[in-house]
């Protein structure tokens, strides 16, 4: 009784019991972030749970799905315009805002992130999980990722008017298809097998797709936490932190949603543009800053891409739970 007592007060408040374990998840994560062994560990679970979700995402949709996704001109220039032009605009206008109040490191930081590719893992289930274009989604994230690791090096040397590599691009290439591109088509290739039995145990995927959410979180919130970048800026530099990435957010989610309308696209491929046109990779982003920049300046540069991955994380795992997208999509 006292249980369902919680849950109906947490229901007004519009939070599920999902919703209360993200938050939950979150905490965790500051007071015992992932490190060491234990990391090494967690990465790799998440690496095969999520290897897992696309699997189970290639057992479920038909071989028609995934063509059309990748054939939906709509969505996927959709996808890559946010990306790579929308998102480069906005960081450099913030680029020249932050040179007023922060180091000039936390300045590159945002031409940085504006350069990304979106997520892959995070957007596509979060697509799953509102009932968006998954196929499409799919074909969006990994051709963002796969263009990424040359677009993101020459879009930032042109703002910056410098030159610089980033590394080789067949190792990225290579873990996006260890990672997602090869269980998806093995799931293809066993569709025939799984597909009744998919259909008929809907909740093994919803499982399988909240539960890597929940992994991506508490990886990324530990490893901010471990990083110790909290503690490199005052709270109030941190707080104008958050305010222009939670800006940044709420600027492009509202474009990617009316361009989305505008165009004319069904709710489903608005879901998909929304989830990966508005979000930037983390997993990306991180280990090319490592490539690109000097070792002593890497903590300020990636703080604006941790933050904003966060807040992204927070902000779409909620509204990919929330009825209120009807109102954008419906």
């Known amino acids: ?97 932050s040179q007023a109040w922060f180091p000039a490191a936390i300045g590159l930081g945002f031409l940085y992130l504006g350069c990304l590719p979106s997520t892959v893992q995070s957007s596509i289930a979060f697509t799953s999980v509102a009932g968006g274009n998954v196929a499409g989604a799919l074909c969006a994230a990994s051709l963002s990722n796969l263009l990424g690791v040359v677009l993101c090096p020459l879009l930032l040397a042109a703002m910056l008017h410098t030159s610089g590599g980033a590394g080789n691009p067949a190792d990225a290439v290579w873990k996006i298809a260890q990672q997602i591109l090869l269980p998806f088509f093995l799931g293809q290739l066993l569709r025939p097998l799984l597909s009744n039995f998919l ?77 990966c046109g508005s979000t930037k990779s983390q997993a990306t982003g991180l280990p090319m800053a490592g490539i690109l920049f000097d070792t002593a300046e890497i903590a300020l540069i990636v703080l604006p891409l941790m933050l904003f991955h966060l807040i992204q994380l927070s902000v779409l795992a909620v509204l990919s739970q929330r009825s209120v997208l009807s109102v954008q999509t419906g």
Not at 4 to 19: F, H, P, Q, T
Request: proline share 2%; net charge positive.
């Open 199 to 275: 259909n008929r145990n809907k909740q093994a995927t919803m499982i399988v797709d909240r539960g890597s959410i929940l992994l991506i979180v508490y990886s990324a919130f530990s490893a901010g936490v471990v990083a110790g970048i909290w503690h490199r800026l005052s709270w109030s530099d941190i707080t104008l932190l958050v305010a222009l990435c939670v800006l940044l957010l709420g600027v492009v989610m509202a474009i990617v949603l009316n361009a989305g309308l505008l165009v004319g696209m069904p709710r489903g491929d608005r879901l998909a543009l929304l989830f």
């Open 1 to 97: 009784m006292l249980l369902r007592n919680i849950e109906a007060g947490l229901k007004r408040v519009s939070l599920d019991r999902y919703l209360l374990i993200l938050i939950l998840t979150v905490v965790l994560a500051a007071l015992l972030p992932a490190q060491g062994g234990f990391a090494t560990v967690l990465s790799k679970v998440t690496f095969w749970a999520v290897a897992l979700l696309f699997f189970l995402y290639g057992a479920k949709l038909s071989l028609s799905a995934t063509l059309a996704g990748l054939t939906n001109w709509k969505l996927q220039a959709g996808c890559l315009a946010c990306t790579y032009m929308l998102f480069p605009m906005l960081a450099l206008g913030l680029f020249g805002v």
